[in-house]
């Protein structure tokens, strides 16, 4: 009972209270560029999804053979290999999606939510476990691409999923469709998300190591060993 | 060492799945995505050419065509589709152009460009169905003159292209090498040299006259005829005996002519415009002009540039305007400042004061049209002046 209740909560904690957009702030840039449209947000939402569990998999399988100082490099060449794949798959099959992701979908590649679960969970952690946790994540990830991007399209540009709204496309608010409008909404969204979550999202009360939104999963160990070898 | 060796091991080892991974992908990925590319290409061809059937690329390399083409497809029925690269106002852009196999223009796409002018959009459709014949009874878009002209000279490469395509041939020449060619083949002495002469004279059917930078003579054209004569006047072409004398007495006019500046500040009542006044041997007169045009008078808005127009022209005692030409110019671009070109200018000649108001317009530049013929007008003024009976 007790496995099945850490495994939601590693399921669910992307969702909200540890949301990679609205709590630890992670992957700005694509937010930003890709939430004009709900179209674009999904398809980017779903495609860091994709390779975020993928990824997360991966390198949870074969975290043991991974010699510890080209971990990151190892990461990468995984992470990349597989936006290379999902991007491929796009471009084939959905060639709209490719032309309007542009250069943020193999900047996939250095997203700090998947570089971020992979160094800090999937590294650590179980196969399944892992997988939990990139579905969790990805998902959180585009909910809050999904949240931002309805609000931009619906206000800014007075349709939904590109299907105009009557009344709404007459007042549109245009400003919205731009990068400040985008800060504006991200913003609000991550003021909103912080009242939802008050007393449970992790509270920054200390400074260094601890102070990190992981340091529950990492436990501080990376640290340590960065500082044991520094000295 | 094997610590070092693990570590490349592990990372080579990863980075061959990885690869194996790539190439399953882009095995499986490839074709589809060329597909796609094969039927956007296909899509793009035919909105300019909506009868092709089938398009095949040319290796344009092989041909000799206008510079400005980088990509050509031929289509089933004999037709052409050619990409172009030309300068517009202020940049580069780019148009797909459909050719039919009668030379007809059958559809045109702005592809590329950064014009400001909604020209760029709208221009296109006026010249389908125009071929090389027809295509410069286009009329020209008012305050985008450049734009349009661009559009109109890439149109007519393609045609061009599509001749030589065609297995025909073309003179891809510009107007400023033919001319030079033909006034080098009439007279091979000027090595390929030549510099227009200010006609001050009035010559029996002599359009222009140019002189051979090396002195060894002049060249005259009278209608479609280049006509060469040495450094003394004698006609050296082969032309007929009316021809030639005709010819030979006008070279003699140009070559005896001398011009002696006259003294406008002792003329009180002479028209300020009129900044230097000279009189010919023969008795006509040449004046240096100042034109407040659009540089002078025009909107601040629009920063006009604070100059005069510098016009020349000639004219006989009688009052007649031998030649006119603008000297210089800072009238606005690609507006005003077709003020410069000959088809402007050249419509002054032969007018006098009943009739020179008679000019085309240059379209979207009025301050620069109204500037000039108030400046050109001031010449039988000036005349009247000079002659004391002003």
């Known amino acids: 009972m ?46 860091a999804t994709a390779v975020l569990i993928c990824s997360n998999m991966v390198i949870s399988l074969i975290r043991r053979f991974i010699p510890d100082t080209v971990r990151i490099p190892c990461y990468i060449v995984i992470i990349a290999g597989f936006v290379t794949v999902v991007e491929m798959f796009i471009h084939a099959y959905l060639p709209s999606l490719y032309e309007a992701l542009g250069v943020y979908l193999p900047l996939i590649t250095v997203n700090c939510i998947i570089l971020g ?29 999904l949240s931002i991007a309805t ?56 400074f260094g190591c601890e102070s990190c939104p992981s340091f529950a999963v990492c436990g501080g160990v990376k640290c340590d060993n960065t500082a044991k070898e520094a000295k | 060492m094997k610590k070092h060796l693990t570590t490349i091991c592990s990372l080579s080892i990863i980075s061959a799945v990885v690869a194996i991974l790539l190439a399953a992908t882009n095995h499986i990925t490839a074709p589809i995505i060329k597909a796609q590319e094969n039927e956007a290409a296909f899509a793009a061809l035919t909105e300019v050419f909506p009868d092709g059937e089938g398009f095949e690329q040319i290796d344009i390399s092989k041909y000799k065509l206008p510079s400005t083409i980088t990509e050509a497809h031929s289509e089933k029925s004999g037709g052409y589709v050619f990409k172009i690269e030309t300068v517009g106002y202020d940049s580069g852009f780019v148009i797909m152009f459909g050719i039919d196999a009668n030379g007809t223009i059958t559809g045109t796409k702005c592809i590329k460009s950064k014009e400001t002018h909604d020209a760029k959009n709208t221009y296109g459709k006026t010249l389908t169905g125009k071929t090389k014949d027809t295509i410069d009874s286009v009329d020209t878009i008012s305050g985008s003159t450049k734009t349009t002209a661009a559009y109109k000279n890439a149109a007519k490469d393609a045609i061009n292209a599509s001749i030589i395509l065609g297995g025909g041939t073309v003179d891809l020449r510009d107007e400023a090498q033919i001319l030079n060619d033909n006034l080098s083949a009439a007279l091979p002495d000027g090595e390929s040299k030549f510099t227009s002469l200010f006609i001050t004279e009035e010559l029996d059917g002599v359009s222009a006259v140019y002189k051979a930078d090396n002195g060894k003579g002049y060249v005259f054209i009278s209608g479609e005829n ?42 009180e009542d002479m028209p300020k415009q009129v900044v230097k006044a000279y009189k010919t041997t023969s008795g006509n007169y040449v004046f240096d002009l100042n034109a407040a045009g659009f540089g002078i008078n025009g909107d601040a808005y629009y920063n006009p540039s604070g100059e005069y127009i510098m ?18 110019q ?53 005349i009247k002046i000079l002659k004391g009976d002003g």
């Open chain 1, 2 to 47: 007790s496995n099945k209740n850490s495994n939601l909560s590693i399921l669910l904690k992307g969702l909200l209270l540890e949301n990679p957009v609205f709590v630890l702030i992670l992957g700005t840039c694509p937010t930003l560029a890709t939430s004009k449209t709900i179209i674009d947000a999904l398809g980017m939402g779903l495609a």
């Open chain 1, 117 to 145: 679960r992979a160094e800090m969970f999937a590294s650590k952690n179980t196969v399944f476990k892992s997988a939990l946790d990139g579905v969790g994540m990805g998902l959180g990830f585009t909910l809050a691409l």
């Open chain 1, 151 to 206: 609000i931009r399209e619906v206000i800014g540009a007075g349709t939904f999923a590109g299907i105009e709204i009557p009344v709404l496309v007459d007042f549109k608010i245009k400003f919205l469709q731009e990068t400040p409008g985008g800060f504006l909404v991200y913003g609000i969204m991550i003021a909103v998300v912080y009242k939802l979550t008050h007393g449970k999202a992790p509270k920054k009360t200390k």
């Open chain 2, 226 to 267: 280049f006509i060469a004569t040495d450094a003394n006047g004698e006609v050296v072409s082969d032309v007929d005996d009316e021809l030639k004398l005709s010819i030979s007495d006008s070279a003699k006019q140009i070559i005896l002519s001398e011009i002696k500046e006259i003294d406008i500040s002792r003329y």
């Open chain 2, 311 to 328: 016009i020349k022209v000639s004219a006989t005692a009688e009052g007649k305007i031998i030649m006119c030409e603008t000297i210089s």
């Open chain 2, 330 to 382: 800072k009238e606005s671009n690609g507006i005003g400042d077709v003020c410069a070109k000959p088809e402007f200018y050249s419509q002054f000649n032969g007018k006098e004061e009943t009739n020179y108001r008679e000019i085309d317009a240059i379209s979207g530049a009025t301050i620069t049209t109204n500037g000039y013929k108030t400046a050109v007008s001031k010449v039988f003024e000036a």
